[in-house]
T-cell receptor, first 112, second 113 residues
Framework: DGGITQSPKYLFRKEGQNVTLSCEQNLNHDAMYWYRQDPGQGLRLIYYSQIVNDFQKGDIAEGYSVSREKKESFPLTVTSAQKNPTAFYLC???????????FGDGTRLSIL | QKEVEQDPGPLSVPEGAIVSLNCTYSNSAFQYFMWYRQYSRKGPELLMYTYSSGNKEDGRFTAQVDKSSKYISLFIRDSQPSDSATYLCAMSARGGGADGLTFGKGTHLIIQP
């Protein structure tokens, strides 16, 4: 099936632990994005990448890190420096030529 | 003042009614406007994507953009219980939100059978 796959659906983090969220796509899209959604809030941009081996900080990048070694994959690491990591994390992709963003089904991260 | 304002609701209407959802914004650089529908525990699904001012229709959905007033709307005709969801407006200065989208908080819509 074509699409955007986020895994796992649910993730728990212990204090002081880094965790990595996976986002994989087979749409051949160049651009990939990570957003965070808190209850009753809109989505906020964490990081984005428009091409392999390049990425930019979004509005709330502190405490997060990313890599883009392959076109298909854009993993997000939530580090121990992120003091309030409990949220719904959404990955999006977009093709070239101003195509709109499409989203995966998210990973819900909670603190143990 | 936040960049994008959207009434969180909940907005409750009877089945078959016309629904009007709205967002206002402050950044005059925004040119691309989107509406997403989000069901509980799911990712947002793109409903409408428009550029600059004007109207766009797709089935029961109509999107309107008034850049002079910095105001966008989504109309849903013949609303169905399956339309019950949170509706998010999003916008950007560049096509496809190339450097990220700015979202409203979302409006929770309930269609009563």
């Amino acid at each position: 099936d074509g699409g955007i796959t986020q895994s796992p659906k649910y993730l728990f983090r212990k204090e002081g632990q880094n965790v990595t969220l996976s986002c994989e796509q087979n749409l051949n899209h160049d651009a990939m994005y990570w957003y965070r959604q808190d209850p009753g809030q809109g989505l906020r941009l964490i990081y984005y990448s428009q091409i392999v081996n390049d990425f930019q900080k979004g509005d709330i990048a502190e405490g997060y890190s990313v890599s883009r070694e392959k076109k298909e994959s854009f993993p997000l690491t939530v580090t121990s420096a992120q003091k309030n990591p409990t949220a719904f994390y959404l990955c999006a992709t977009a093709g070239t030529g101003g195509q709109p963003q499409h989203f995966g089904d998210g990973t819900r991260l909670s603190i143990l | 003042q936040k960049e994008v304002e959207q009434d969180p609701g909940p907005l409750s209407v009877p089945e078959g009614a016309i629904v009007s959802l709205n967002c206002t914004y402050s950044n005059s650089a925004f040119q691309y406007f989107m509406w997403y529908r989000q069901y509980s525990r799911k990712g947002p699904e793109l409903l409408m994507y428009t550029y600059s001012s004007g109207n766009k229709e797709d089935g029961r959905f109509t999107a309107q953009v008034d850049k002079s007033s910095k105001y966008i709307s989504l109309f849903i005709r013949d609303s169905q219980p399956s339309d019950s969801a949170t509706y998010l407006c999003a916008m950007s200065a560049r096509g496809g939100g190339a450097d990220g989208l700015t979202f409203g908080k979302g409006t929770h819509l309930i269609i009563q059978p």
